[in-house]
């Protein structure tokens, strides 16, 4: 069986992913994190350097083999993960936030492991983690980043009785000002540990491309798509 021909429409662009699940350490051995296994962020990167990219991947705790032909820089952390994506997207054209980042991270960090006692353990407080994206984006808007940089970010959603998926992720695309969204549907089931995935992309603009559930591979490809189309208007 021969391989599809890819294009090449992604040669000399400067890509950066963020994959995985970041970790929030309790103490030197316990961590708060969540269910992605960054397969999803990896297929991204790979297929993106399969189309000319140049690739920075930035890898949560992933238990996967590392995407072909990228640089791979490990992070654990929320915090840690903002750092490097900070100074990273300063050099990219485009930036992928495929990551799950902990939305909290335990207040006070134990340096020795916490000791089990007779009594029952104090609640865990737990501060907000900085949201990387948003940061990316209010970055562009002071300068800090090229105006061209352009920005992507994910969301798994559950619609309700009063709103749709696709209206919570309007919501969020217009709240955390980037420029794309990838949404994937979450109330059939979990996207998070499979190795397929359905989703919509929702442009700024208005635009919306429906990707029909297929392998995590045919999503970045097809994602990627839509991200080359953007980059055609913008000058390499
Ligand atoms: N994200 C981020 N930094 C955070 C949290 C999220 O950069 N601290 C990014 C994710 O990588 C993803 C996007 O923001 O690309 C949306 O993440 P999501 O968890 O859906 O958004 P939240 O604003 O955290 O909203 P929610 O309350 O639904 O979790
Ligand atoms: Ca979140």
């Given at each position: 069986?021969?391989?599809?021909?890819?294009?090449?429409?992604?040669?000399?662009?400067?890509?950066?992913?963020?994959?995985?699940?970041?970790?929030?350490?309790?103490?030197?051995?316990?961590?708060?994190?969540?269910?992605?296994?960054?397969?999803?962020?990896?297929?991204?990167?790979?297929?993106?350097?399969?189309?000319?990219?140049?690739?920075?991947?930035?890898?949560?705790?992933?238990?996967?083999?590392?995407?072909?032909?990228?640089?791979?820089?490990?992070?654990?952390?929320?915090?840690?993960?903002?750092?490097?994506?900070?100074?990273?997207?300063?050099?990219?054209?485009?930036?992928?936030?495929?990551?799950?980042?902990?939305?909290?991270?335990?207040?006070?960090?134990?340096?020795?492991?916490?000791?089990?006692?007779?009594?029952?353990?104090?609640?865990?407080?737990?501060?907000?983690?900085?949201?990387?994206?948003?940061?990316?984006?209010?970055?562009?808007?002071?300068?800090?980043?090229?105006?061209?940089?352009?920005?992507?970010g994910?969301?798994?959603?559950?619609?309700?009785?009063?709103?749709?998926?696709?209206?919570?992720?309007?919501?969020?695309l217009?709240?955390?000002?980037?420029?794309?969204l990838?949404?994937?549907?979450?109330?059939?089931?979990?996207?998070?540990?499979?190795?397929?995935?359905?989703?919509?992309?929702l442009?700024?603009?208005?635009?919306?491309?429906?990707?029909?559930?297929?392998?995590?591979?045919?999503?970045?490809?097809?994602?990627?798509?839509?991200?080359?189309?953007?980059?055609?208007?913008?000058?390499?």
């Open positions: 069986q021969r391989p599809e021909a890819l294009p090449a429409d992604l040669t000399g662009r400067r890509v950066l992913v963020t994959a995985g699940g970041t970790r929030e350490a309790l103490d030197p051995v316990r961590f708060l994190t969540n269910r992605s296994s960054g397969k999803q962020g990896v297929a991204i990167a790979r297929v993106a350097a399969a189309r000319g990219a140049e690739v920075t991947f930035v890898a949560a705790n992933i238990h996967a083999p590392d995407p072909a032909g990228s640089r791979v820089i490990r992070v654990e952390s929320a915090r840690q993960m903002q750092e490097v994506v900070t100074a990273e997207a300063k050099e990219a054209d485009v930036v992928v936030m495929a990551a799950a980042v902990s939305d909290f991270r335990p207040s006070n960090y134990s340096g020795a492991k916490i000791k089990k006692t007779d009594a029952d353990p104090d609640i865990v407080a737990l501060t907000k983690n900085p949201d990387i994206l948003a940061g990316l984006v209010r970055d562009r808007t002071a300068g800090a980043l090229r105006a061209s940089t352009l920005i992507t994910f969301a798994a959603e559950t619609g309700d009785d009063k709103h749709t998926v696709i209206d919570y992720a309007r919501a969020k217009e709240r955390k000002g980037c420029d794309l990838l949404v994937n549907s979450v109330a059939a089931g979990g996207a998070f540990e499979g190795d397929t995935n359905a989703g919509v992309v442009g700024s603009d208005g635009t919306e491309v429906t990707i029909a559930d297929g392998s995590k591979t045919a999503l970045a490809a097809r994602l990627l798509d839509v991200i080359a189309g953007k980059l055609r208007d913008r000058a390499p």
